[in-house]
């Protein structure tokens, strides 16, 4: 049994990071990432309101207000009534932002693939192995666990 670091989080969260710029910096999306980024966590939630995804992002509600209301011009998000609170507004993802974020993540995957492809066959497997234990990671937590797009 190996031993875990007691920098193994911090580690893992600064090598997730890092690789996530670099497909970034090597990618055109076809949704802004911040966007990207806001459509994953509304498909994570099934629907939410603007405040709970505001509280998700760490961000202001006039922001999130902001970023939602783009999200809804472009099509990929839509409002509807929250029926347990006549003030509120549910934020659902639509099919074209399904779309959208799933092109997304293809292109961003693609633009590491080159470097993966580099690899030997032991650290591809143990690459995906490693996937396999972050989303078990993330069910474990009670989190949304991202699929297998």
Known sequence: MVAMSSTLGADLLAVVARINRLANQRVRMPVPFAQARLLSTIEDQGEARISDLAALDNCSQPTMTTQVRRLEDAGLVTR??????????????????VDALRQARLDRGA????????????????????????RRLLQDAGAPVPSRR
């Open 80 to 97: 509807t009534a929250d029926p347990g609170d006549a003030r509120a507004v549910l934020i659902r993802i639509t099919p074209a932002g």
């Open 111 to 134: 633009a590491i693939d080159p470097y993966l492809e580099q690899l030997s066959d032991t650290d591809r497997e143990c690459l995906a192995e490693a996937v396999t234990v972050m």
